[in-house]
């Protein structure tokens, strides 16, 4: 039997990096998705084939000696192996929508959709299930993930988040478009969420004021996006933008993008960990198409919510 799943990509509206230190983060998934697909094969060994290369082991190695991008797929179909006491292999092909790396939740909507499909071969799971093992799975990679990444491709739509305190869907469906803009320089998560770690080491109370204005900005935010205040929450976007340059993650291309992107949108900003991956500008129909031609010299594209999440098959 083949077990498939599939899960969207994520944007983060506000409160990345702030979100591992215990702030709330406003989060949607977008309509960019991952496919997973995963059968028992009689062969004793894990093989994954994806648009970023294959794989091919016995399921017997320490999870360190595999290479990150296969090690949530290998853990996941090594753990189900063990628990289902299965006497077989698994075969495991991913088809993605979602550039790599660049902060629109590719690893987690892996995690998420490779955990439905994986743990699919042998019995349903519900989705809270699903999303416990997919944050295992992305702990193999990301050993400090918050969480939010993995909750949003799970859920699906727009929703706060919280670290130890998970999710609430926003139940407005707000009708904004996002153009999306790749800066094209990858960004490895773990590393800028640890140079996050040592500014705010080095400087403990510029830290804590941030986090406390990010608070209030996202109870801000949370009222504009109830009410369809696109240029409210476009200040608070370019507001939180500051936040991010203060923390050290923005560079002088992001910067650009973000100038040119300003012009037409109601608000621009990076998305996800920075020093590289993407921004995206906030806009409606009436400013979509000027967003995209302005930031036409980069990789770009529009996204709107995705409001199904998961989806198994
Ligand atoms: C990465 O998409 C978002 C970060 O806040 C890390 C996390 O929440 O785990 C940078």
């Known amino acids: 039997m083949i077990s498939k799943a599939s899960a969207p990509g994520k944007v983060i509206l506000f409160g990345e990096h702030f979100v591992v230190h215990g702030v709330k983060a406003i989060l949607c998934a977008i309509d960019k998705r991952i496919t997973v697909s995963a059968q028992q094969i009689p062969e004793n060994k894990i093989s994954i084939k994806s648009n970023i290369g294959n794989f091919e082991n016995e399921p017997t190695k320490p999870i360190e000696e595999i290479q990150s991008e296969f090690r949530p797929f290998y853990y996941l179909a090594t753990k189900m192996i063990q628990e289902n006491n299965a006497n077989s292999g698994m075969e495991i092909s991913i088809i993605s929508e979602i550039p790599q790396g660049v902060g629109l939740g590719s690893s987690s ?35 400090n993930t918050s969480g939010a990444d993995c909750t949003v491709c799970t859920f699906g739509g727009i929703m706060e988040y919280k670290k130890n305190e998970g999710h609430s869907k926003i139940q407005s469906e707000p009708k ?31 830290f804590s004021n941030l986090c406390n204005e990010e608070e209030k900005l996202i109870e801000d935010a949370l009222s504009c996006i109830k009410n369809n205040d696109w240029s ?65 010299e980069y990789e770009c594209f529009s996204a709107k919510i995705d409001y199904k999440g998961l989806d198994t098959f």
């Open 109 to 143: 909507a892996c995690c998420v959709a490779a955990a439905a499909a994986i743990s699919g071969v042998f019995s349903k799971k519900s989705k809270d299930k699903i999303l416990q093992l997919a944050i295992e799975a992305e702990k193999t990679i990301f050993p």
């Open 176 to 206: 904004f478009h996002l153009v999306i803009a790749n800066s094209k320089i990858e960004h490895s998560t773990k590393e800028v969420v640890s140079a996050v770690q040592d500014f705010k080491e080095k400087n403990e109370l510029e």
């Open 232 to 296: 409210g929450i476009g200040l608070d976007i370019k507001k939180n933008q500051e936040f991010l340059e203060l923390i050290g993650i923005s560079n002088e291309k992001l910067r650009k993008m973000i100038e040119v992107a300003n012009n037409s949108s109601y608000g621009s900003k990076i998305t996800g960990a920075g020093g590289g991956g993407c921004i995206f500008a906030l806009t409606d129909e009436t400013n979509l198409q000027s967003t995209m031609d302005d930031l036409k």
